[in-house]
């Protein structure tokens, strides 16, 4: 059994019920309403893991939830605060990922990944990306289930990353995605559909 260096160790949630549960309904309400920013529970950032990734991988991950890391993630520090407070076992192949740990540089390449089968399309990795900021990006229209008409969403992604999504996507097969940055969540569920086509973002 793996044990993290004690060293390597700092507080997660100051309440770890009640933290976990806000943050957990965050992430939840993020995908019913996608597009809509959703504030996460306060937590230190660990080395490169932002307040609002830790927060997010505190409240989704325990021993049930392989998880694979991008290199930016790949760390001592963040693999021993995952494994004591989540017991989250890291794995190497993507395929075998529930979540994937990710920042914007590994989001030209979501090849591998697990996105469900047709009578399990709810098995899918779900993405866990980590940003500088929620906006400023191309402004997109969203539409699909939680979405009033459109809503028009400027995350900061470059093309390859949607790209890569529609080549996932096959309804209801998909990869779903969760983007944190300053302390929010942001939801991309795989029934969401961007634009009328890939012309818009390219």
């Known amino acids: 059994m793996y044990r993290a260096p004690s060293e390597l160790l700092q507080a997660a949630f100051d309440d770890p019920v009640l ?21 996460l529970a306060v937590v230190a950032a660990v080395d490169h893991l932002q307040a609002a990734t830790y927060a997010l991988c505190l409240s989704l991950l325990d021993n049930d939830t392989p998880l694979w890391l991008a290199p930016a993630f790949d760390t001592p520090a963040i693999r021993a605060n995952l494994a004591f ?17 990710l920042d914007a540089a590994a989001l030209d390449d979501l090849s591998g990944f697990y996105n469900g089968s047709e009578r399990y399309p709810d098995q899918s990795c779900t993405l866990l990306v980590q940003l500088d900021r929620l906006d400023r990006g191309p402004a997109l229209s969203w539409q699909g289930p939680g979405i009033d008409g459109n809503r028009l969403v400027g995350l900061p992604l470059k093309p390859a990353f949607w790209q890569q999504r529609a080549a996932r996507s096959d309804f209801p097969r998909g990869l779903d995605a969760l983007f944190c940055a300053d302390g929010e969540v942001l939801g991309l569920p795989r029934s969401t559909r961007i634009g009328d086509s890939l012309a818009e973002v390219a």
């Open 85 to 101: 407070h989540c017991g989250c076992p890291v794995v190497e192949a993507r395929e075998e990922a529930m979540f994937a740990l």
């Open 19 to 39: 933290d976990a549960q806000q943050s957990f309904r965050a992430a939840l309400k993020a995908l019913a309403e996608p597009g809509t920013r959703q504030p």
